[in-house]
Protein backbone atom coordinates (compact mmCIF):
# COMPACT_ATOMS: atom_id res chain seq x y z
CA UNK A 1 0.00 0.00 0.00
CA UNK A 2 2.71 2.46 0.66
CA UNK A 3 4.26 1.62 -2.78
CA UNK A 4 0.68 3.20 -4.23
CA UNK A 5 1.30 6.15 -1.49
CA UNK A 6 5.28 7.01 -2.82
CA UNK A 7 5.83 10.86 -3.48
CA UNK A 8 5.60 11.43 -7.37
CA UNK A 9 7.51 13.67 -9.30
CA UNK A 10 5.39 17.29 -8.74
CA UNK A 11 7.73 19.31 -11.46
CA UNK A 12 8.92 22.15 -8.61
CA UNK A 13 12.12 22.64 -9.01
CA UNK A 14 12.68 24.66 -5.79
CA UNK A 15 11.54 24.70 -2.42
CA UNK A 16 9.03 27.83 -3.18
CA UNK A 17 7.65 26.26 -6.49
CA UNK A 18 3.69 27.29 -6.68
CA UNK A 19 3.05 25.53 -10.18
CA UNK A 20 1.01 22.72 -10.63
CA UNK A 21 2.63 19.59 -11.06
CA UNK A 22 4.03 19.38 -15.21
CA UNK A 23 1.51 16.03 -15.10
CA UNK A 24 -1.58 18.22 -14.69
CA UNK A 25 -3.96 18.00 -17.72
CA UNK A 26 -6.66 19.91 -16.27
CA UNK A 27 -6.74 23.30 -13.76
CA UNK A 28 -6.14 22.85 -10.70
CA UNK A 29 -6.95 24.83 -7.14
CA UNK A 30 -6.14 24.82 -3.84
CA UNK A 31 -9.18 23.31 -1.27
CA UNK A 32 -10.75 26.47 0.56
CA UNK A 33 -10.34 25.37 3.27
CA UNK A 34 -8.30 22.37 4.16
CA UNK A 35 -5.28 23.59 2.96
CA UNK A 36 -3.88 25.70 6.28
CA UNK A 37 -0.08 27.89 5.73
CA UNK A 38 1.63 26.24 8.60
CA UNK A 39 0.78 22.50 6.99
CA UNK A 40 3.81 20.73 6.14
CA UNK A 41 2.70 18.36 3.67
CA UNK A 42 0.69 19.36 0.31
CA UNK A 43 -1.55 16.44 -0.90
CA UNK A 44 -3.77 16.46 -4.26
CA UNK A 45 -6.32 14.27 -6.08
CA UNK A 46 -8.14 14.96 -9.16
CA UNK A 47 -12.19 16.28 -9.12
CA UNK A 48 -14.99 14.36 -10.28
CA UNK A 49 -14.42 17.21 -13.26
CA UNK A 50 -10.75 16.60 -13.74
CA UNK A 51 -9.24 19.07 -11.95
CA UNK A 52 -6.23 19.03 -9.24
CA UNK A 53 -7.02 19.85 -5.83
CA UNK A 54 -4.44 20.48 -3.40
CA UNK A 55 -4.76 20.12 0.56
CA UNK A 56 -1.69 21.43 2.70
CA UNK A 57 -2.21 19.74 6.02
CA UNK A 58 0.28 18.42 9.20
CA UNK A 59 2.22 14.83 8.47
CA UNK A 60 1.65 14.72 12.50
CA UNK A 61 -1.88 14.63 12.85
CA UNK A 62 -1.93 12.43 9.92
CA UNK A 63 0.47 10.61 11.30
CA UNK A 64 -0.95 9.73 15.01
CA UNK A 65 -4.09 8.12 13.31
CA UNK A 66 -2.81 6.34 10.24
CA UNK A 67 0.23 3.67 10.66
CA UNK A 68 0.10 3.63 6.77
CA UNK A 69 -0.01 7.22 6.43
CA UNK A 70 2.80 7.42 9.44
CA UNK A 71 4.92 4.81 7.12
CA UNK A 72 4.92 7.00 4.00
CA UNK A 73 5.89 10.29 5.57
CA UNK A 74 8.83 8.32 7.15
CA UNK A 75 10.57 8.36 3.77
CA UNK A 76 12.86 10.59 3.21
CA UNK A 77 11.59 13.18 0.42
CA UNK A 78 13.96 12.94 -2.81
CA UNK A 79 16.16 16.26 -3.29
CA UNK A 80 17.19 18.12 -6.53
CA UNK A 81 20.08 16.55 -7.91
CA UNK A 82 23.09 18.15 -6.33
CA UNK A 83 21.52 19.61 -3.98
CA UNK A 84 21.28 18.47 -0.24
CA UNK A 85 18.62 20.54 1.09
CA UNK A 86 16.24 21.05 -2.16
CA UNK A 87 12.99 19.63 -2.49
CA UNK A 88 12.59 18.10 -5.88
CA UNK A 89 8.56 16.97 -4.99
CA UNK A 90 7.25 20.16 -3.09
CA UNK A 91 4.63 22.12 -3.83
CA UNK A 92 4.61 25.84 -2.09
CA UNK A 93 7.35 24.87 -0.18
CA UNK A 94 6.40 21.68 1.55
CA UNK A 95 6.72 18.07 0.37
CA UNK A 96 4.06 17.20 -1.93
CA UNK A 97 2.53 13.85 -2.45
CA UNK A 98 0.19 12.88 -5.73
CA UNK A 99 -2.57 10.47 -3.79
CA UNK A 100 -4.27 7.61 -5.57
CA UNK A 101 -7.54 9.00 -4.20
CA UNK A 102 -9.98 11.64 -5.44
CA UNK A 103 -10.71 15.43 -4.26
CA UNK A 104 -13.83 14.10 -3.14
CA UNK A 105 -12.68 10.97 -1.51
CA UNK A 106 -9.63 13.23 0.07
CA UNK A 107 -11.75 16.19 1.62
CA UNK A 108 -13.99 13.70 3.45
CA UNK A 109 -11.13 11.82 4.64
CA UNK A 110 -9.38 14.99 5.84
CA UNK A 111 -12.46 16.70 7.28
CA UNK A 112 -12.64 14.46 10.08
CA UNK A 113 -8.95 15.36 11.09
CA UNK A 114 -9.80 19.24 11.31
CA UNK A 115 -13.20 18.37 12.79
CA UNK A 116 -12.49 16.92 16.54
CA UNK A 117 -16.23 17.82 17.43
CA UNK A 118 -17.94 15.74 14.31
CA UNK A 119 -19.71 19.25 13.69
CA UNK A 120 -19.63 18.61 9.87
CA UNK A 121 -22.37 15.60 10.33
CA UNK A 122 -25.81 16.36 11.85
CA UNK A 123 -28.02 13.82 13.56
CA UNK A 124 -30.78 12.41 11.21
CA UNK A 125 -28.85 13.94 8.12
CA UNK A 126 -30.04 11.81 5.28
CA UNK A 127 -26.80 12.71 3.37
CA UNK A 128 -24.45 11.03 6.01
CA UNK A 129 -23.85 8.17 4.38
CA UNK A 130 -22.75 9.95 1.14
CA UNK A 131 -21.00 12.68 3.34
CA UNK A 132 -19.03 9.91 5.06
CA UNK A 133 -18.36 7.42 2.31
CA UNK A 134 -14.94 9.14 1.28
CA UNK A 135 -13.66 8.83 4.77
CA UNK A 136 -15.14 6.09 5.26
CA UNK A 137 -13.59 4.26 2.61
CA UNK A 138 -9.94 5.73 3.18
CA UNK A 139 -9.80 5.42 7.01
CA UNK A 140 -9.67 1.46 6.28
CA UNK A 141 -7.84 2.10 3.32
CA UNK A 142 -5.16 3.79 5.55
CA UNK A 143 -5.75 1.79 8.87
CA UNK A 144 -7.34 4.47 10.74
CA UNK A 145 -9.04 2.35 13.18
CA UNK A 146 -9.94 5.50 15.53
CA UNK A 147 -11.60 7.48 12.64
CA UNK A 148 -13.51 4.37 11.44
CA UNK A 149 -15.28 3.53 14.47
CA UNK A 150 -15.91 7.24 15.06
CA UNK A 151 -17.80 7.10 11.56
CA UNK A 152 -19.71 3.78 12.35
CA UNK A 153 -21.04 5.04 16.00
CA UNK A 154 -22.19 8.47 14.03
CA UNK A 155 -23.85 6.18 11.26
CA UNK A 156 -25.50 4.17 14.17
CA UNK A 157 -26.72 6.73 15.72
CA UNK A 158 -29.59 7.46 13.19
CA UNK A 159 -30.21 3.52 12.18
CA UNK A 160 -31.84 2.05 15.88
CA UNK A 161 -30.23 -1.33 17.04
CA UNK A 162 -32.66 -2.39 19.80
CA UNK A 163 -37.03 -1.94 19.79
CA UNK A 164 -35.95 0.60 22.61
CA UNK A 165 -34.55 2.83 19.81
CA UNK A 166 -36.93 2.39 17.16
CA UNK A 167 -39.43 3.65 19.45
CA UNK A 168 -37.54 6.44 20.58
CA UNK A 169 -36.85 7.07 16.60
CA UNK A 170 -40.58 6.89 15.92
CA UNK A 171 -41.73 9.21 18.48
CA UNK A 172 -39.41 11.82 17.01
CA UNK A 173 -40.38 11.49 13.65
CA UNK A 174 -44.07 11.93 15.05
CA UNK A 175 -43.13 15.06 16.46
CA UNK A 176 -41.56 16.57 13.18
CA UNK A 177 -43.86 15.12 10.96
CA UNK A 178 -46.74 17.08 13.42
CA UNK A 179 -44.41 20.16 13.02
CA UNK A 180 -44.31 20.20 8.96
CA UNK A 181 -47.75 19.53 8.72
CA UNK A 182 -48.63 22.72 9.72
CA UNK A 183 -46.94 25.07 7.34
CA UNK A 184 -48.69 25.64 4.39
CA UNK A 185 -44.99 24.95 2.51
CA UNK A 186 -44.09 21.91 4.28
CA UNK A 187 -40.68 23.09 5.04
CA UNK A 188 -39.45 24.34 8.79
CA UNK A 189 -36.40 25.99 8.42
CA UNK A 190 -36.26 25.61 4.91
CA UNK A 191 -36.35 22.00 4.95
CA UNK A 192 -38.80 19.16 4.50
CA UNK A 193 -39.62 16.59 6.42
CA UNK A 194 -37.67 14.22 3.74
CA UNK A 195 -34.12 16.53 4.40
CA UNK A 196 -34.59 16.12 8.75
CA UNK A 197 -35.09 12.22 8.78
CA UNK A 198 -32.42 9.38 7.93
CA UNK A 199 -32.49 8.04 4.20
CA UNK A 200 -32.50 3.99 4.10
CA UNK A 201 -30.98 3.41 0.77
CA UNK A 202 -27.49 5.19 1.10
CA UNK A 203 -27.57 3.28 4.68
CA UNK A 204 -27.90 -0.25 3.51
CA UNK A 205 -24.99 1.02 0.67
CA UNK A 206 -22.75 2.14 3.01
CA UNK A 207 -23.40 -1.03 5.32
CA UNK A 208 -23.14 -3.32 2.69
CA UNK A 209 -20.31 -2.27 1.10
CA UNK A 210 -17.99 -1.52 4.34
CA UNK A 211 -19.39 -4.67 6.49
CA UNK A 212 -21.74 -1.90 9.02
CA UNK A 213 -24.51 -4.98 9.88
CA UNK A 214 -26.03 -2.80 12.57
CA UNK A 215 -27.55 -0.40 10.09
CA UNK A 216 -28.90 -3.24 7.79
CA UNK A 217 -32.23 -4.12 9.78
CA UNK A 218 -33.82 -1.03 10.39
CA UNK A 219 -32.67 0.76 7.22
CA UNK A 220 -34.61 -2.51 5.45
CA UNK A 221 -37.70 -2.26 7.13
CA UNK A 222 -37.58 1.91 6.95
CA UNK A 223 -37.41 1.11 3.26
CA UNK A 224 -39.64 -1.55 3.09
CA UNK A 225 -42.50 1.04 4.03
CA UNK A 226 -41.50 3.48 0.86
CA UNK A 227 -42.94 3.13 -2.21
CA UNK A 228 -40.51 2.65 -5.54
CA UNK A 229 -42.23 5.70 -7.07
CA UNK A 230 -40.72 7.77 -4.03
CA UNK A 231 -37.33 8.20 -5.73
CA UNK A 232 -35.21 10.91 -4.46
CA UNK A 233 -33.98 12.61 -7.22
CA UNK A 234 -37.20 13.22 -8.76
CA UNK A 235 -38.93 14.22 -5.73
CA UNK A 236 -36.51 16.99 -5.82
CA UNK A 237 -37.00 17.96 -9.24
CA UNK A 238 -40.88 18.88 -8.39
CA UNK A 239 -40.64 18.99 -4.55
CA UNK A 240 -44.01 20.86 -4.54
CA UNK A 241 -45.81 17.76 -5.75
CA UNK A 242 -44.45 15.24 -2.96
CA UNK A 243 -41.96 16.63 -0.44
CA UNK A 244 -44.43 19.70 0.80
CA UNK A 245 -47.19 16.92 1.79
CA UNK A 246 -44.42 14.83 3.89
CA UNK A 247 -43.36 12.71 1.52
CA UNK A 248 -40.67 10.52 2.61
CA UNK A 249 -37.93 9.01 -0.21
CA UNK A 250 -35.13 7.09 -1.20
CA UNK A 251 -32.06 6.75 -3.31
CA UNK A 252 -33.03 3.51 -5.11
CA UNK A 253 -30.20 3.53 -7.53
CA UNK A 254 -28.07 2.96 -4.92
CA UNK A 255 -29.67 -0.47 -4.42
CA UNK A 256 -28.07 -3.54 -6.57
CA UNK A 257 -30.24 -6.65 -7.40
CA UNK A 258 -29.13 -8.38 -4.05
CA UNK A 259 -30.60 -5.32 -2.07
CA UNK A 260 -33.60 -5.69 -4.17
CA UNK A 261 -34.61 -9.55 -3.47
CA UNK A 262 -33.46 -8.88 0.33
CA UNK A 263 -36.29 -6.23 -0.23
CA UNK A 264 -39.16 -8.02 -1.58
CA UNK A 265 -38.25 -11.35 0.62
CA UNK A 266 -38.74 -8.82 3.60
CA UNK A 267 -42.14 -7.04 2.78
CA UNK A 268 -43.70 -10.26 1.60
CA UNK A 269 -42.83 -11.60 5.38
CA UNK A 270 -43.76 -8.32 6.64
CA UNK A 271 -47.55 -8.34 5.17
CA UNK A 272 -47.42 -11.79 6.66
CA UNK A 273 -47.09 -10.60 9.93
CA UNK A 274 -49.40 -7.84 9.68
CA UNK A 275 -52.04 -10.53 8.76
CA UNK A 276 -51.12 -12.84 11.84
CA UNK A 277 -52.05 -9.94 14.07
CA UNK A 278 -56.21 -10.87 13.24
CA UNK A 279 -55.39 -14.28 14.28
CA UNK A 280 -52.73 -14.25 16.91
CA UNK A 281 -53.88 -10.83 18.61
CA UNK A 282 -57.44 -10.50 18.20
CA UNK A 283 -58.12 -13.93 17.68
CA UNK A 284 -58.29 -15.55 21.04
CA UNK A 285 -61.34 -16.64 22.77
CA UNK A 286 -62.24 -14.74 25.93
CA UNK A 287 -61.08 -16.94 29.00
CA UNK A 288 -64.26 -15.65 31.42
CA UNK A 289 -66.36 -16.00 28.84
CA UNK A 290 -67.94 -12.87 28.38
CA UNK A 291 -70.44 -12.07 26.07
CA UNK A 292 -69.48 -9.54 23.68
CA UNK A 293 -65.68 -10.00 23.94
CA UNK A 294 -65.43 -11.41 20.56
CA UNK A 295 -67.30 -9.26 18.68
CA UNK A 296 -65.05 -6.31 20.20
CA UNK A 297 -62.07 -7.93 19.36
CA UNK A 298 -63.19 -8.37 16.12
CA UNK A 299 -64.02 -4.81 15.51
CA UNK A 300 -60.83 -3.25 17.35
CA UNK A 301 -58.96 -5.67 14.21
CA UNK A 302 -61.50 -4.39 11.79
CA UNK A 303 -60.47 -0.76 12.54
CA UNK A 304 -56.91 -1.10 12.10
CA UNK A 305 -57.50 -2.84 8.60
CA UNK A 306 -60.32 0.09 7.41
CA UNK A 307 -59.02 3.42 9.16
CA UNK A 308 -55.33 3.06 9.40
CA UNK A 309 -54.48 2.11 5.76
CA UNK A 310 -50.94 3.91 5.66
CA UNK A 311 -50.00 1.51 8.82
CA UNK A 312 -51.31 -1.61 7.24
CA UNK A 313 -47.60 -2.41 6.01
CA UNK A 314 -46.00 -1.25 8.95
CA UNK A 315 -46.45 -4.11 11.65
CA UNK A 316 -44.72 -2.87 14.40
CA UNK A 317 -46.33 0.30 14.31
CA UNK A 318 -49.78 -1.89 14.58
CA UNK A 319 -48.91 -3.61 17.11
CA UNK A 320 -47.64 -0.47 18.75
CA UNK A 321 -51.36 0.79 18.57
CA UNK A 322 -52.25 -2.59 20.18
CA UNK A 323 -50.43 -1.36 22.87
CA UNK A 324 -52.73 1.37 24.13
CA UNK A 325 -56.13 0.08 22.41
CA UNK A 326 -57.87 2.51 25.61
CA UNK A 327 -56.47 5.16 23.73
CA UNK A 328 -58.45 4.45 20.73
CA UNK A 329 -61.60 2.61 21.19
CA UNK A 330 -64.30 3.07 23.86
CA UNK A 331 -65.72 -0.35 23.16
CA UNK A 332 -63.06 -2.71 24.61
CA UNK A 333 -63.10 -6.26 25.18
CA UNK A 334 -63.22 -7.44 28.70
CA UNK A 335 -60.41 -5.80 31.19
CA UNK A 336 -58.88 -9.71 30.75
CA UNK A 337 -58.81 -9.68 27.31
CA UNK A 338 -57.75 -6.24 27.04
CA UNK A 339 -54.64 -7.08 28.88
CA UNK A 340 -54.01 -9.88 27.14
CA UNK A 341 -54.05 -8.36 23.91
CA UNK A 342 -51.63 -6.17 25.37
CA UNK A 343 -49.55 -8.63 26.50
CA UNK A 344 -49.41 -10.51 23.11
CA UNK A 345 -49.10 -7.66 21.11
CA UNK A 346 -45.84 -6.65 22.93
CA UNK A 347 -44.67 -10.24 22.82
CA UNK A 348 -45.18 -10.36 19.29
CA UNK A 349 -43.91 -6.56 18.66
CA UNK A 350 -40.33 -7.73 20.21
CA UNK A 351 -39.97 -11.46 18.06
CA UNK A 352 -40.92 -9.48 14.61
CA UNK A 353 -37.73 -6.66 15.96
CA UNK A 354 -35.53 -9.89 16.84
CA UNK A 355 -36.18 -11.47 13.48
CA UNK A 356 -35.96 -8.62 11.26
CA UNK A 357 -31.99 -10.36 10.19
CA UNK A 358 -34.05 -13.68 9.03
CA UNK A 359 -37.10 -11.26 7.58
CA UNK A 360 -34.51 -9.64 5.10
CA UNK A 361 -32.19 -12.43 4.27
CA UNK A 362 -29.46 -10.92 6.37
CA UNK A 363 -28.31 -13.29 8.18
Known sequence: MTDELHPRDAGGSSDTDNSPPSS???TSERHPTLYYDDGNVVLSGYTQDGELQYFR???????RYSPVLAD?????PLLV???RTQIAESYDGVVYVQMPDSAEELTSFLTMFYDPLGTAYKRFDPNTPVLVLGALKL???YECDALRHRLISSLEADWPQTLAQWDARRAEAVILRSEHSLQLTGKVDGLYLDD???EPASAIRIASDYGIPSLLPAAFYTLALLSTDADWDECRANPGKHLRFGARTARWRLLDKRDLMRLVHGQKLLAAHTRAIGTDVFGLRCQRGVKGCQKARSDCWKYFQENAPNSMDDPLDILHDCMRLDTLFSDLP????TSDIIVMAEKKRRELW???PAVFNLQ
Open 354 to 356: RSL
Open 24 to 26: TTG
Open 72 to 76: MFSIP
Open 81 to 83: KGS
Open 139 to 141: AMK
Open 334 to 337: CAAC
Open 57 to 63: VHKSILS
Open 196 to 198: RLP
